[in-house]
């Protein structure tokens, strides 16, 4: 059954991740705040070394660790989970397990007071997450009915997950402020849980799916007869770069703000530019992608991404800011929908959670990568993270261009007749 033109289990999936992402976004800004408000025991480790790298221990280098090892560890779980869900041929259960275990990491905080267990449940929750997001992204593909739903399909999807994530620290903050952290960690559990019921209640997995369990579950890196790498693969690389050059904005907020003579309050609205930028393109994008051809898009927004980038690094005025992250907001818009409808259609039969895992794990590690190489690069001068976030963009852009066909045929022109 369709509603306002999607199957209603792909809203229920999107109302759901909506609702999880959320719950997992309050802890961006939960977590920082609640390791440096003394409830954390942090003392014996401060001020020592870190072996080998020879690094000081900071509260600082506390906090990014415990919120990129999230990131790191669901990235590199995905293709694996994702596996796992195509031998089994089964990918509810593994949503449901997934989403068990993020609602009691996030709960899981409320009962702690030494950081390794802050580590312990964020990398709980990692796990969690991987269960989760390739299965969930698979099931979506499997829900279209033919490649001409498949791009509208994922910009559905893809726009309920932003809002959630966009919205989540707002509320976070609100929260914390009037009710504490604890409030904040239950209403995290409270978006797994809600998410829990609704796959629960409304989603099954599609007959074929079990029927056509995957037995050849590789990941090629080689292309077919002619190209040097495999198009899949090759968006994969794409959108690491994608992921890389979106996150190095956040760390820099200091710099950024001294640099514009702008208040946090136009920061924070820079750093939403991106996300409100997909949630309004997400859905049009993707339903164009049915109809014009993926390829047209990708090629689109990575030709954007190497200018916004670059004009981080560059410009002196709030104003201009805002529309570079507007811009690349669109890039990416331009790029997620129809790069995993371009996956989908490639996926063998039985094996969507593997194809798919390829991107929805490059964007994750991208996006881990993005804070660590801005906070590195920026000693070199504030305008060094953009400048190679726009290199990697370039790459990217030749490496589509090249590599990924178009993989719909009887396309619409966008040019017209």
Known sequence: MAVFGTDRRVLVLAFARMADEMGNSFLIIVLPLYIASGQIQLDALLGTQVPIISITVTESLLIGLALSMFGFLNSFSQPFTGRLT???????????????????????YIFVSQYRWVLFFRLLQGIGAAFTIPATVALVNEFATSARTRGGNFGVYNTFRLIGFGFGPIVAGVVVEFWGFDAAFLVAVAGAFLSFLLVSLFVEDPPETRASAGSDLSIAVRGPPGYLLDPVFTLGLGTVAMGIAIALFAPLEGQINARLGQSTV???????????????????????????????????????????????GYVLSPLLMTLARLAQGVAVAMVFAPSLALAGDLAREGASGTTLS?????????????????????????????????????????????????????TKSIFGS
């Open 86 to 108: 195509d031998r089994a041929g089964r990918r509810k259960v593994f949503i449901l397990f997934g989403l068990a275990v993020l609602g009691i990491g996030s709960g899981g």
């Open 266 to 312: 136009l920061f924070g609205i820079q750093f939403g530019a991106v996300t409100i930028a997909n949630i309004l393109l997400q859905i049009p994008i993707g339903r164009a992608s049915d109809g014009y051809g993926r390829r047209p898009f990708l090629v689109a927004g990575f030709l954007i991404l190497v200018p916004s980038t670059l004009a981080q």
């Open 358 to 410: 390829v991107l929805t794990m490059a964007f994750g590690f991208g996006v881990a990568v993005g804070p660590l190489s801005a906070g590195f690069l920026e000693r070199f001068g504030f305008h060094v993270p953009f400048l190679a976030g726009s290199v990697l963009a370039v790459l990217a852009l030749l490496l589509v261009y090249t590599q990924v066909e178009e993989t719909l045929t009887d």
